[in-house]
């Protein structure tokens, strides 16, 4: 195996940490409209996520830098072609950002309102925006000869890639109601698992359309495995959230997550960014790679560097683990 495959494998294992990551993240963000019943409860979920949703982005910086670095071509095209995309997603992530940090620096109603409002709305935006770009990229987009993506936002926003988004979105809901259940305690608890069981139901009917469209068009047997892995750990997720038993039903949305998006990226290979105007204009792991040399300093970089942030990480999940509650929440002043 060369070094450029093993670096898109490495930035497939990245993309699969941040969805598994950020999915709950996104899900909760979700749930402040779609599950809380008022601003306590909408304070418990934030709080589920509020010491880890910023160390679940590191996932992202990595997967972009490592894109960047490893794949400058697909990096130039990708982001050129998806600028406006990815723009909103940015931002989004920027407002997200502060709408957790300045939520509660005010009293007044209307100051968290908005805050709150902002929160639901950059977490379901970049959950199904996300979807429709991974969509996009494993079906192919208008690449020519230059490498440069000749088409326009429209051809974005066809079926499959909106069908894409729709599978995130609600894959993203399931993930972040049953890491809700796992995580709270009380009213809120029973409802987070009353709701992913239905949530469920229709991300896997969505995700079952996507993933066997998928895997018609670009699909292999290993891309096959990844999809009947999927659609197994949804079943039991739903199954384990049915019989309450939340740290399994987590785990295996989790396990759902991580297929998915593997099987994305097995239908992919050896392409990162199939052209649809001409096969041989498509970009792959060898003619958008960077130099041997790069590809060598990133690996003992990364080798480094790795081991510690996934200590880390997992410390602080470790330190948060409990559950909370209303109880928990101090009432406004």
């Not at 709701?195 to 469920?200: D, F, I, Q, Y």
């Not at 990162?272 to 041997?292: D, F, G, K, Q």
Request: aromatic share 14%; with cysteine.
């Amino acid at each position: 195996m060369q070094l450029h495959d093993v670096w898109f494998v490495l930035i497939a294992v990245l993309w699969i940490g941040y969805f598994f990551l950020e999915g709950f993240d996104f899900g909760i963000g979700v749930l402040t409209k779609a599950l809380a019943r008022d601003r306590k409860e909408r304070r418990v979920l934030i709080n589920t996520i509020g010491p880890v949703w910023d160390g679940n982005e590191v996932w992202l910086l990595s997967a972009g830098g490592a894109t960047f670095a490893a794949f400058p071509e697909w990096y130039a095209t990708l982001f050129s072609g998806f600028y406006l995309p990815l723009l909103i997603i940015l931002l989004c992530l920027i407002v997200r950002g502060v709408a957790f940090e300045y939520r509660a620096k005010r009293p007044e109603e209307r100051w968290q309102t908005n805050w709150e409002h902002a929160i639901f709305w950059t977490s379901l935006i970049p959950a199904l925006l996300w979807g429709v770009a991974f969509g996009n990229i494993v079906r192919g987009v208008k690449i020519d000869a230059d490498m440069e993506y000749v088409g326009t936002l429209g051809d974005l926003l066809n079926p499959y890639a909106l069908l894409g988004g729709l599978v995130t979105l609600t894959l993203f809901t399931f993930h972040g109601a049953v890491f809700a259940a796992l995580k709270t305690v009380g009213d809120i608890r029973v409802r987070a698992r009353a709701l992913a069981s239905k949530v469920g139901l229709l991300a896997a009917v969505l995700a079952l359309g996507f993933l066997i469209w998928t895997q018609v068009d670009t699909g292999d047997g290993w891309s096959l495995l990844a999809m009947v892995v999927a659609v197994t750990a949804l079943v039991g997720a739903l199954v384990a959230n049915a019989a309450g038993r939340e740290g399994w039903s987590f785990a295996l949305s989790g396990v759902t997550v991580a297929a998915a998006v593997a099987m994305l990226f097995l239908a992919l290979f050896p392409n990162v960014m199939p052209s649809s105007l001409n096969e041989a204009w498509s970009l792959n792991v060898t003619n958008a790679s960077s130099t041997p040399y790069t590809l060598k300093i990133m690996t003992w970089c990364a080798g480094i560097a790795t081991p510690i942030v996934l200590l880390y990480q997992g410390w602080t999940y470790w330190v948060f683990r409990k559950r909370i509650g209303t109880q928990h929440i101090a009432d406004a002043h």
